[in-house]
């Protein structure tokens, strides 16, 4: 007969020993705030968090941020306390059981309504504590709280009566000094991923020329002379997509690439497709094609794209998509990052039906270079997409390696 033990399935060498079981509220402190009043709301002063802040923090978003002004804080301060470092916000109503750890002694209050206030006191290490509240187990706790159909709330009351099992302070310090370092290499592949997002968008504004204009901005040495107004067709090779009805789905055979496996300029494997290779009627896809979403319930998907970077055998387009074959993929691919591609699009989109024919994409008019101008433009973004991209891989994988932590270190 097996006996239980209060142990997590993955452990730091040198500890053991059963967790104890324990409820939130018998081990911290758990506070609302005092009511401010949206008219004492100011456009600067010290932060005043609400549901939105913490989500967008977590989210790694940006939104509007409220404040209120040094008197108010002051006055507020003095009747309920200061919030601190490694004290934890966490949001109680709407997108309930979301945590922020304060990272230090700066003045912040917040909205009673919206966020409840565990007040640590150095009672926790203060990551350990964030990283139980983002745990298997809470998220367990929260869904059996959760009601569907009415708006979620997380009450004072819930809180304090949240199962917890703790560990001695030296296991919570390693535990949170791990999602610590997790978080901050996340963080590292964020910053640099956005860094050079946004370095390819001021780029694609000033290495393809603006409306009107016949010369980008920024040019690779060695190139000169006006820029050509083309119509697409003249540049590439359109092929259209397969059509398939529900009895050629099997679970193996020819991959369909479909809107759903275009995501973030990418090709990935998301609700993967596959038909019989009998019914495939169409050429299979090469390296350097560029595919394009042109038909989709959702607008505003009509237009996303990704290149085939390696060779996919066996594998052909739906029949909501389009495949565009070029001398020149990368440069094709990069003028379809751009603000005139996108104008292109909304200008032939269908006005009831959310698709572009091919007919109107062959007859789209852009701007184009010599070929080998073509090709110097196509290897930069190359480059610069495959650096995002293997920034974006290593937030995913660090992601998925926290996520399996997580329902592993905790009981």
Known sequence: M???????????????????????????????????????????????????DV?????????????????VYQGLSEKIGKVTKDD????GGGSIGIPYLVPNDDPLYFKDADLLWLKNNKKFDGYFLYAFLLSQPFRQYIKSISHTGTIAHYTIEQAKSTPINTCDNEEQTAIGNYFQKIDNLINQHQQK????????????????????ETIPEIRFKGFSGEWSEKELNSEVEL?????????????????????SNVKNGQLVQADNVYVDPEVVNCSNVKKGDVIVVV????????GKHAQVTSGMKNT???AFMTGIRSKQPGFINALFDTSQFTAEVEKNLGATINQITNGAFNNMVFMFPGDDEQAAI?????????????HQQQITKLNNIKQACLSKMFV
């Open 239 to 259: 092929f259209s997509g397969l059509t398939y009805s529900p009895k050629d789905i099997r679970k193996e055979g020819t991959f369909v690439i479909r809107s």
């Open 55 to 71: 989500v967008s923090i977590y989210k790694g978003a940006k939104n509007t941020k409220a404040y209120i002004s040094q008197e």
């Open 378 to 390: 196509g290897n930069y973004f190359q480059k610069l997409d495959t650096l995002i991209n293997q």
């Open 316 to 318: 052909v387009i739906g």
């Open 88 to 91: 934890l916000l966490i949001t």
């Open 193 to 212: 991923h956005d860094k050079l997002s946004n370095i390819k968008q001021a780029m694609l504004e000033k290495m393809f020329p603006k409306q009107g």
């Open 295 to 302: 038909r989709n319930g959702s607008r505003s998907l009509i």
């Open 2 to 52: 097996s006996v239980y033990k209060n142990v997590p399935e993955i452990r730091f060498k040198g500890f053991s020993g059963e967790w104890i079981e324990n409820y939130l509220g018998g081990l911290i402190d758990i506070r609302s705030a005092a009511r401010v009043h949206k008219e004492q709301w100011t456009e600067a002063g010290v932060p005043f968090f609400r549901t939105s």
